[in-house]
DNA sequence: AAGTGGCTCAACCGCGCTACG
DNA sequence: TCGTAGCGCGGTTGAGCCACT
């Protein structure tokens, strides 16, 4: 037997909320907080469903939900965060402090997603679209860079479901010695599958995957539906014991740059998302809008500084970058908690 | 001024997961 | 172990707005 939905339950209301029952609403949960979504309309005196209510909430009451257009940041990490985790609204809105899954996912479909789709890019893959990208000339450049971006793609799905295997049992063993973790972080953590292990850090496999595949590539050539192209640098890969770490900021130096030119080849003169290796990355207002993802403002201002290096400074930099990008993808704040809790 | 089509986004729906009795 | 309640998530819908003809 299925749950009745929300709707079926004579009597309540439904479609757009009236300013008195925001104010309703709004007064008890100051009041009371919310407790059980359930029972909520009954003592908040709303003919709503508590799933309505719930709703009305996360999505527009709460306090702390900044509302209005997105940043040029806010788009950029929207992006690359959708490369990284799919349709993963809530996991994508934890990284924007005060976007809601729901504002983000419209801002997807209604903005980001068409224009890149416009750019000739696949807005699911985050690939160029083959037919613009054929190669029908023969070029074997164009033919060769198609194969780079479909390796990229491979090592992150291979990366994300070995994390996946790997994760499980280590994330029961981990809950019990650390205690419960709620509900919604438990299912974050089933979905994204990256639980930090203390004893092997989990960048390795994916570090592993990328080196297998795309870091044997120098001096690639990344081209768009336009028929432009980007030359990708010579490849930082070095075979010491920082190799593996090597590896790995060659191919997210890759990646970056390839949703770098996302925004270059969208742009006509003077659109706004023309950010490429900009320092406006860092601008003062937006300072931390972005919780525990600063990678590509270290590394653009690397590439830009010091491009086919490794070493001193910047090693420790890269370190500090991948770590980063490892808490982005396990969604807790570098150095900190290895636990994602939601709005982490 | 009226009609039309496209766009936006708040709200809803249905499913999956976890907790609990 | 099973059934149910409750919640959160991603996908979808549709009312309202706006630009264009």
Redesign the pocket.
Same mark, same amino acid.
Do not use: F
């Given at each position: 037997?299925?749950?009745s939905?929300?709707?079926?339950t004579n009597g309540?209301?439904?479609?757009?909320?009236t300013p008195e029952e925001?104010q309703k609403l709004l007064d008890y949960i100051k009041k009371h907080g919310?407790?059980?979504?359930? #029972?909520?309309p009954e003592k908040a005196d709303l003919q &709503?469903?508590?799933?309505?209510c719930?709703?009305?909430w996360?999505?527009?009451?709460r306090p702390d939900i900044k509302?209005?257009?997105f940043s040029l940041h806010e788009e950029r990490t929207i992006i690359q965060l959708h490369a990284l985790?799919?349709?993963?609204?809530?996991?994508?809105?934890?990284h924007l402090p005060k976007r809601?899954?729901?504002?983000i996912?419209?801002?997807w479909?209604?903005?980001i997603k068409?224009r890149l789709a416009r750019m000739g890019i696949d807005p699911t893959t985050h690939r160029p679209k083959i037919p613009s990208l054929a190669s029908a000339d023969g070029d074997p450049k164009k033919a060769s860079n198609l194969s780079h971006m479909a390796q990229w793609e491979n090592a992150r799905l291979e990366a994300e479901a070995r994390l996946v295997r790997e994760s499980k049992p280590k994330q029961n063993d981990q809950q019990k010695s650390e205690g419960?973790? #709620?509900?919604?972080a438990?299912?974050?953590?089933? &979905?994204m599958a990256t639980t930090y292990t203390s004893t092997r850090p989990r960048c390795l496999d994916i570090l592993k995957a990328w080196e297998s595949t795309i870091c044997n590539i120098n001096g690639s050539i990344i081209s768009f539906g336009d028929g432009s192209y980007l030359e990708s640098p010579p490849s930082i890969l070095q075979f010491s014991e920082d190799r593996q770490q090597a590896a790995a900021m060659s191919s997210l130096e890759n990646m970056n740059k390839n949703l770098d030119f996302v925004y270059d080849a969208g742009g006509s003169a003077g659109d706004a998302w023309n950010i490429v290796g900009s320092s406006s990355v860092n601008n003062a207002g937006d300072e931390n809008f972005i919780e525990g993802f600063s990678c590509d403002y270290h590394m653009n201002n690397n590439n830009n500084n010091n491009n086919n290096n490794i070493g001193g400074d910047q090693e420790s930099s890269n370190n500090y970058c991948w770590n980063e990008l490892i808490s982005v993808v396990e969604c807790r704040q570098p150095n900190t908690t290895p636990f994602y809790t939601?709005g982490c």
């Open positions: 037997m299925g749950r939905p929300c709707s079926d309540l209301k439904r479609g757009p909320w925001d919310h407790g059980s979504w359930r #029972s909520l &709503r469903c508590g799933k309505s719930r709703l009305r996360t999505n527009y009451l509302r209005g257009k985790l799919g349709n993963r609204w809530s996991a994508i809105a934890a809601t899954d729901n504002e996912k419209n801002y479909n209604t903005h068409k419960p973790v #709620s509900v919604s438990n299912k974050q953590l089933n &979905r939601r």
